[in-house]
């Protein structure tokens, strides 16, 4: 297993204009993402890895429901009440699958890092994001 942080990445990037992302010795492949805007501040977050190593299968694709915000950890001292969730990551991200032929699995986290709003000619969304 291996993970990277990626360059920021523009959204709506064309899959072959698109840089290369190297995982490790494991894994390469365009990162294209998208971001609609949902109510309530939120948006949503598709992206899609075009996986070296998905031949025969639709890419690794999955979804991140994102309101713009980081988790921030609490914990449980006996004197406060507050808790820490520790099986939930602080970090927005989704995780997706592969099968190649019902035999071997491979499976993709994808984390959001860090990100920009920018306007330049109307609000551009910038993302690094972890793939596991």
């Known amino acids: 297993m291996a993970t990277v942080k990626t360059s920021f990445i523009a ?3 064309p899959r072959n204009k698109s840089e290369n992302i190297q995982v490790g010795n494991c ?3 365009p990162l294209i993402y998208s971001v ?17 190593v998905i031949e025969d299968a639709s890419p690794p694709m999955c979804t991140i429901q994102w309101d713009y915000r980081y988790k ?4 449980y001292i006996g004197i406060v009440d ?10 927005p991200g989704c995780a997706t699958a592969d099968s190649r032929e ?12 860090d990100w920009s709003l920018t306007s330049i000619d109307g ?10």
């Open 82 to 91: 507050t808790y820490i969730e520790a099986d939930e990551s602080l970090l």
């Open 11 to 13: 959204p709506d990037t």
């Open 27 to 29: 894994d390469n492949g």
């Open 123 to 132: 609000e551009l969304f910038i993302l690094t994001v972890m793939i596991c």
């Open 72 to 75: 921030v950890p609490t914990h």
């Open 102 to 113: 019902g035999y071997h699995m491979t499976y993709y986290w994808f984390s959001l890092f």
């Open 36 to 52: 609609n805007e949902e109510e309530d501040s939120k948006s949503s977050v598709t992206l899609t890895f075009y996986s070296s």
